[in-house]
């Protein structure tokens, strides 16, 4: 050991020793440090748990806050599938899903949840975000609709795996929805998607809905794979409209699913499958499983629309009659083409024996069928034999043979000796009508007989001595209530004098206001003032208040000469009169036509009654042919303007121009009311937003015009797709709105291609400013006619033109450039704009009386591609500034002509306006 070492150690000791009191204090100090930092780590995490706590509470009670919101607001099946269909309110609905989901978890189920979603029909939400909300659904949804979104291409992985999760809850695996009942929207699934769709989906089903999705083979064949099975033994609503094809693959693809039938029954209780073509071969298939041994449970077998012929038909019937369906209550036949023709083999299936239950047949189809076809089917509705429950049988009947006495078989129709007919709708001579009614007076105890549909032509079968009595008859049945199942009402009426029928008239119509039609939706008569004040009375008392339809211009006939304008400004008072003082109004009225009538003279008061409020679902209004007046366009305006016209889709005013612009009619529209009209459009608040079709005719009156462009431009006409006039006029006051709006785009979307025109009169109109907002446009300008005559565009604007994007000018097929103070110099920059834009649908050109050269028009054509002018026909050169009809020193307009001829000539050798073979 050194020196040194012994000294460190010696000097450590004595310092040891020296300091045992410095060490015990030290010792006490650092217990109470970590007593301290016990007590701080304490605290902080006192302080921790209290923020916790805090912050559990806070959430705990934002979620309740926002459950009391769902208890409050109720989440229906309607609000969720409309918040779904809409990327901007789809999160809010899977917000919602969550919610549900959460609060379910922590056993608050006091929530009123949807039973159904509809998830088709969606904008801007993919396949990923849809199977996301998916996860979320409720198990109170039982029914789902789903589309392409839900169900293709690389949606199918993600649907199969939902409908995997679905069979885990239905075994008890997993919790999901327990669907009963899918609906496939039209075109959301095929050949490719349903083999491994059917397999996992119909088996969890009741109610199965393709309609609108062809299957093809592939389709079919997985069905009928299912129902082998048995996988199908729980449907009991499968619904196979419009699935197949008029392929034989199809058919092949028939005797399949049938032969699965056959072999494994299927007890649906509704089997769809209308809208199917069935040829003879296609109904040999289908009638092998038309027995209660494949089918025990069928209630409904609905046939509708399938293109059976009477061979068809006759197959179908001799099935359904050589067997025995005791369950069948419904068979739908109707709108197939050979029922005429077969009523009597479907009158032999028509048995107790055969089908015991039956209730129901439908047999209508959109013609009428002749009385004469249908005696012997009558006959069998009569007999013992039939099922003794049938009760619905409706038919379309029409009485017009006067050859063969039919009477005895309308009356027993009235009288209700053929009791399954119901409902009834009856086109009829008067003769027959007479005779229907006289069987429903028979009819007194009942029960009495349910008519539709009532249409009675009083041009054939009598004269007035003949068509009084019926019509006095059906005013006494009306005003007994024993015709109050009246839907359609359609008659004709005459002037005659003769006092039977002016009662008979009288009494019919006075008789419509003694009883309230709860179902009459639609009246169509032709009807004078008289007959409208009539009608007024019922309208007033509220009668009639379910009109949806009000026609008075049935049967036109030789409305243009003796018998135009029945209804005039007296009948048209008294009945927006009775409109307007009714305690209902017209509240379901969509369409009113009183077109070639006088009507138009009392036009006043239809706007008076749309701004009243009592019309609100009045949508169609045609006026067309009505002798509207001054009076009369200035009451629509002032209604216009007020926004009565708000809700209305279509109006028609059309044959009413300038005075005596039309031969032979008598136009009574001063052009200034037609400006006032137009302009209450634009300048109105809310303009006409609902307006698809406004057709107010060929008027010449450029102001109309003018105005009618600053309406649509301004953004008054957003939904218009049908106008005439198609043409907006120019001046110097439109032309900076029109220009922006063909900037911006700020015509209607839908709207067809325009024609813009320099309004007559306008000199020196400068379209620089239209031009220039062509070529700024980024959308394709929808103008098919430009008509500038007598404006002013400078080179500036068609250099920027031409230097624009190409195709801007792609709907033009006319243009209309005489006037326009055009040099060569601006020609050619013309052809520029040509060879930019290229024009393929453009015909014409005109481009008379201006400053134009030969040499012009050889650079002109120079300036040309191929391309450019493909469809340009005609062009009008003549009368240029220095040509003279006869040779004193200048061209003549002959060599002028000539000239121009050689041109074309020469540049049709290098390909261009191959077309063009009209030069003047």
Request: hydrophobic fraction near 40%.
């Amino acid at each position: 050991m050194t020196e040194q070492t012994k000294t460190q150690k010696e000097e450590g000791r004595g310092k040891d020793a020296r300091t045992p009191k410095r060490d015990n204090e030290g010792k006490e100090a650092s217990e109470d440090n970590q007593k301290g930092r016990y007590e701080n780590a304490q605290r902080e995490e006192d302080v921790g748990e209290k923020t916790l706590d805090k912050e559990t509470e806070r959430r705990r009670n934002q979620d309740d806050g926002l459950f009391a919101l769902l208890q409050r607001v109720e989440i229906t099946s309607q609000i969720l599938s409309d918040l779904v269909k809409q990327r901007d309110s789809f999160g809010l609905a899977w917000l919602l899903l969550l919610l549900i989901k959460k609060h379910k978890a922590e056993g608050k189920t006091s929530l009123v949840l949807p039973d159904c979603v509809d998830l088709s029909g969606s904008s801007g939400v993919s396949p990923d975000k849809m199977f996301l909300l998916m996860e979320l659904l409720p198990s109170s949804i039982e029914q789902m609709k789903a589309d392409a979104v839900v169900v293709k291409r690389r949606a199918l992985p993600l649907f199969v795996r939902f409908l995997e999760r679905v069979k885990a809850a239905r075994e008890g695996r997993e919790e999901a929805p327990p669907l009963k009942r899918f609906v496939f929207a039209e075109n959301s699934i095929g050949p490719e998607e349903a083999p491994e769709v059917f397999r996992l989906l119909v088996p969890l089903l009741q109610h199965l809905c393709l309609n609108g999705n062809p299957l093809g083979a592939e389709g079919f064949r997985a069905l009928a794979e299912v129902v082998a099975s048995g996988g199908a033994s729980p449907l009991r609503v499968l619904d196979l409209e419009n699935t197949m094809t008029k392929t034989r693959d199809d058919l092949e693809a028939l005797e399949l699913l049938c032969d699965a039938i056959k072999q494994q029954n299927l007890r649906v209780e509704t089997l769809n499958l209308s809208g199917n073509r069935f040829s003879e071969q296609r109904m040999g298939v289908l009638g092998q499983i038309l027995c209660a041994a494949c089918l025990p449970c069928v209630r409904q077998l609905r046939l509708a629309n399938c293109e059976m012929d009477a061979w068809v038909l006759e197959r179908l019937a001799d099935s359904l009659g050589g067997s025995s369906i005791p369950t069948l209550e419904t068979l739908d036949l109707e709108e197939n083409d050979g029922l005429f023709d077969s009523l009597d083999e479907i009158s032999g299936m028509i048995r107790a024996e055969c089908l015991p239950s039956l209730k129901n047949l439908r047999l209508q189809t959109s013609s009428t069928i002749s009385v004469m076809a249908v005696k012997e089917f009558l006959k069998a509705l009569e007999s013992a034999e039939r099922p003794c429950g049938l009760q619905n049988v409706p038919l379309n009947l029409a009485g017009y043979d006067l050859e063969d006495d039919h009477t005895e078989t309308f009356q027993g129709l009235g009288a209700g000796r053929y009791a399954p007919v119901r409902p009834l709708s009856l086109s009829l001579i008067p003769l027959y009508l007479g005779a229907f009614l006289r069987g429903v007076v028979e009819n007194e105890k009942g029960p009495w007989v349910e008519v539709h549909d009532l249409t009675v032509d009083l041009w054939e079968g009598g004269g007035p001595d003949v068509i009084g009595d019926p019509l006095q008859l059906l005013g006494d049945l009306i005003g007994m209530g024993r015709l109050s199942s009246l839907r359609q009402v359609k008659m004709t009426m005459f002037d005659w004098t003769e006092s039977n029928f002016l009662e008979g008239r009288r009494t019919f119509l006075a008789s419509l206001s003694h009883v309230k039609f709860n179902f009459l939706s639609e009246f169509c008569a032709k009807l004078n003032d008289e007959h409208a004040v009539l009608l007024a009375e019922a309208v007033r008392v509220g009668s009639v208040s379910q009109l949806r339809v009000l026609d008075l211009t049935y049967n036109r006939e030789g409305l243009w000469t003796e018998e135009r304008g029945r209804l005039g400004r007296v009948g048209m008072e008294a009945l927006m009169g009775a409109v307007t003082e009714s305690q209902e109004g017209l509240a379901s009225l969509d369409v009113l036509n009183v077109s070639f009538s006088r009507a138009g003279e009392g036009a006043g008061y239809l706007g008076m009654t749309l701004m009243s409020g009592k019309l609100p679902r009045l949508s169609k209004i045609d006026l067309s042919n009505s002798n509207l007046t001054d009076e009369g366009v200035r009451g629509l305006a002032e209604a216009v303007r007020g926004g009565g016209f708000a809700g209305v889709v279509s109006l028609d005013l059309r044959a009413h121009g300038v005075r005596g612009w039309e031969d032979g009619i008598e136009a009574e529209v001063e052009p200034q009311s037609w400006e006032v009209f137009a302009r209450s459009i634009a300048e109105s608040q809310g303009g006409l937003p609902k307006m698809k079709q406004l057709l107010i005719g060929q008027t010449r009156e450029d102001h109309f015009c003018v105005w009618l462009g600053i309406a649509m431009a301004t953004g008054k006409l957003p939904c218009v797709e049908k106008l005439e006039p198609a043409r907006i006029s120019l001046d110097t006051q439109s032309v900076p709105i029109i220009s922006d709006a063909v900037r911006e785009n700020q015509f209607p979307p839908a709207a067809f291609p325009l024609t813009l025109c320099v309004r007559e009169g306008s000199r020196d109109v400068n379209l620089d400013n239209l031009i220039r907002a062509i070529a700024e446009s980024r959308e394709r300008v929808r103008v098919g006619e430009l008509e500038l005559r007598g404006g002013q565009v400078g080179e500036e604007a068609l250099i920027a033109l031409a230097s624009s994007e190409r195709g801007n000018l792609s709907y033009l097929k006319y243009l209309d450039l005489s006037d326009c103070e055009i040099d060569d110099s601006k020609l050619k920059r013309w052809g520029e704009v040509f060879r930019a834009h290229e024009c393929p649908k453009l015909g014409s050109i005109k481009l008379s009386k201006n400053r134009i050269t030969l040499e012009g028009i050889s650079g002109f054509f120079k300036t040309l591609e191929p391309e450019s002018l493909p469809e340009l026909c005609w062009v009008d050169w003549k009368d240029q500034e220095g040509q003279e009809e006869v040779g004193d020193g200048g061209v003549t307009q002959k060599e002028f002509l000539f000239s121009i001829k050689a041109l074309r000539q020469a540049a049709q050798s290098e390909g261009k306006v191959p077309s063009l073979n009209r030069i003047f």
